[in-house]
């Protein structure tokens, strides 16, 4: 048999349902794909089952037309066929024109009467071309039953037929019926979203995404589904609004319970009724799998966030860092690592994480189990998923100084479990970071300058190059994928389990700024599962501890923070100052001393041969 090597491309078409006095049958979603086997001179034939109690029910009703979609190619004659079985013979074909990248609306020439055996619909069609990709399909995760099935012919090389369900989902084509008797009982459970977690006797619900593939609304419907014990229930569900014929509606199903203690779900859904008559899907399964949680603990969200001043969209990702520290200071723990190009602020010990995790700028990890494009929504999106997501331990963190050399710490972490777990190979680990915030001045190249690349909070008021202060700034981090014997090979639950780590600051610029954060590793799966944040004791100011000073004296030039503002001194040409938010509040060109409100400033400093920006603090 030849092999199948397929490419996927993504495609978005929308097209028009017929009249709802006929029957759309179909499970392909609007939204599909494009499949191929890369290969020129390739003879494609496609077909979908007609099956089972929908065959029967559609006795003495027509298949009048077809809504066949394509993916990316040319137009070119092709072969709509209707066969018993899929190497018999046509018992009807008809021939049409196809089109790239959309549904073609097919009328049949003679209806086709059906008999309530099962049979198959079709097309096939030579596609010339090895870099087009003709065959549409819907990826779905819980597919109709035998509606992908490919053939191909390559000069005298043929393939079996392959049923590409399982991993490319549905073939994008629908029957169009028409008759007196249509059936009305058609529900089909497109897709299942688990819900976060479960608790043993108590009610949660799952969203179930639902095609009305029959002729009739449907006003209520029924799910069964096997517990953990092996025995079936049902929930009756009634609609507020009906599910309409060919349209999708999801629906959240409330009043599953479990009867167990048992860790993982697995849930076996089906939809038995429709209207209170038999679905013609009933046998049709989709499954759950999340997990049952005992004593759910809340979870911190902690987002890694890969990014650069030398990367122009990274705006973006500046933007999303800090409407999280605003919006959510003590539920995200936020990491900002800027190991994108030459940075000033790049973590050489943070390469391990960005060169497995990420694979450009502006990038980011929600506890290492997504990767997202550091967008404000986005980041949003991941707190709504992994924060309301409880896991199975919680942390609490201290830092102190180990002398009075200020420049050493001990973090002491206290983490806890609710379950007993064999941690012998070292499924757990701790990872432990030191961020710092307010570091800069830096010129951080800026895309959205001028409004070209759309709003981005004001951003595209700004300069190409931009003066910003950053926080979150990763400084170091020690065993970034969980050091080993940081957990006790046996776990016991609701037992704490104390670790002591030294750590040192010396890359830390102040250390009021600074923050330790402690990580929670799932070594086996690479994610976070829960972190924990805090500020070091008494931390010392740069005039306080000399082994932690700023040095802010460029050539001859001094800048320093007063009660009222700050004063500069020695020669230059001009002294642009900054607010924290990049607007220009004054111009300089003398020495002096300069009144403003307490807060942070930049302030970029032109002379004879450079231009520097520095960081100025007015308390």
């Keep these: 048999m030849k092999k199948l090597l397929l490419s996927l491309i993504t495609a978005f078409t929308i ?236 629906v959240d199903v409330n009043g599953f319970i479990l009867d167990n203690e048992a860790k993982n779900v697995n849930l076996n859904l089906s939809i038995s009724k429709v209207n209170n008559e038999t679905n013609l899907l009933d046998l049709l399964v989709t499954e759950t799998d999340f997990d049952a949680l005992l004593n759910p603990l809340p979870r911190k969200l902690v987002i890694e966030e890969y990014t650069g001043i030398d990367c ?83 942390m609490e963190l201290t830092a102190d100084y180990k002398d009075d050399s200020y420049n050493d710490a001990v973090m002491k972490v206290t983490t806890t479990f609710n379950e007993d777990i064999d941690n012998s190979l070292n499924k757990y680990g701790l990872a432990f970071v030191v961020t710092e915030d307010n570091v800069g001045p830096y010129m951080q190249l800026n895309y959205y300058s001028g409004g070209s690349q759309g709003a981005m909070e004001g951003f595209e008021d700004l300069p190409s190059k931009t003066p910003l202060i950053y926080n979150d700034v990763a400084r170091h981090i020690w065993g970034w994928n969980g050091k080993i014997g940081s957990l006790p090979a046996q776990i016991i639950a609701d037992q704490e389990n104390e670790y002591n780590f030294d750590i040192t600051l010396s890359d830390v610029d102040d250390h009021r700024n600074a923050h330790v954060i402690a990580l929670l590793i799932d070594r086996e799966k690479g994610e976070i599962v829960t972190g924990a944040k805090n500020i070091i004791t008494n931390a010392k100011s740069p005039e306080e501890n000399p082994n932690n000073s700023v040095e802010e004296i460029e050539d001859d030039i001094v800048i320093y923070g007063t009660p009222t503002g700050f004063s500069i001194s020695g020669e230059f040409i001009a002294a642009e100052v900054y607010s924290i938010g990049g607007e220009k509040i004054t111009v300089i060109d003398t020495a002096g001393e300069i009144e403003l409100p307490a807060g942070l400033y930049i302030v970029t400093v032109k002379t004879s041969s450079q231009t520097k920006t520095h960081k100025v603090m007015v308390r």
């Excluded at 066949?68 to 013979?89: C, E, H, M, W």
């Excluded at 995200?332 to 390469?351: E, F, K, Q, R, W």
């Excluded at 502006?362 to 967008?375: C, F, I, L, V, Y």
Aim: proline fraction near 6%.
């Design 15 to 250: 097209f028009g349902l017929s009249a709802q006095e006929n029957m759309v049958f179909g499970p392909c979603r609007d939204n599909y794909s494009n499949i191929s086997i890369q290969q020129a001179n390739v003879t494609y034939t496609v077909a979908a089952k007609i099956s089972g109690n929908v065959a029967k029910a559609l006795k003495g009703n027509r298949l009048t037309g077809m809504e066949i979609a394509f993916g990316y190619l040319k137009q070119a004659p092709a072969t709509f066929f209707i066969r018993r079985n899929l190497d018999d013979s046509n018992l009807y074909s008809q021939e049409f024109t196809v089109r790239s990248e959309r549904y073609v609306e097919l009328s049949l020439d003679t209806p086709f009467e059906c008999d309530g055996e099962e049979f198959y619909i079709g097309y096939e069609f030579l596609c010339n071309n090895a870099y087009y990709t003709p065959v549409a399909v819907d990826m779905s995760a819980n597919p109709f039953p035998d509606w992908c099935n490919l053939k191909t012919k390559a000069g005298d090389q043929e393939s079996d037929w392959q049923n590409l369900s399982a991993n490319f989902g549905n073939l994008c084509l629908r029957a169009v019926f028409e008759g007196d008797n249509l059936p009305g009982a058609i529900l089909y459970p497109m897709e299942t979203v688990n819900p976060p977690y479960a608790i043993p006797n108590q009610d949660f619900s799952v969203r179930m995404s639902l095609l009305n593939m029959g002729a009739k609304d449907v006003e209520s419907f029924d799910v069964s589904y096997t517990n953990l014990s092996g025995g079936l229930k049902t929930i009756a569900v009634n609609l507020d609004s009906p599910i309409t014929p060919g349209s999708i509606q999801d």
């Design 312 to 394: 122009g969209f990274c705006p973006r990702g500046y933007v999303g860092m800090e409407y999280m520290r605003e919006t959510y200071p003590d539920d995200a723990i936020l990491i900002a690592v800027h190991n994108y190009g030459n940075d000033p602020m790049s973590c050489l010990t943070y390469y391990g994480w960005s060169n497995s995790y990420v694979a450009g700028a502006p990038q980011a990890t929600a506890n290492r189990q997504t990767r997202n494009n550091a967008t404000k929504d986005e980041f949003i999106a991941a707190y709504n998923q992994i924060a309301n997501h409880p896991c199975n331990a919680k």
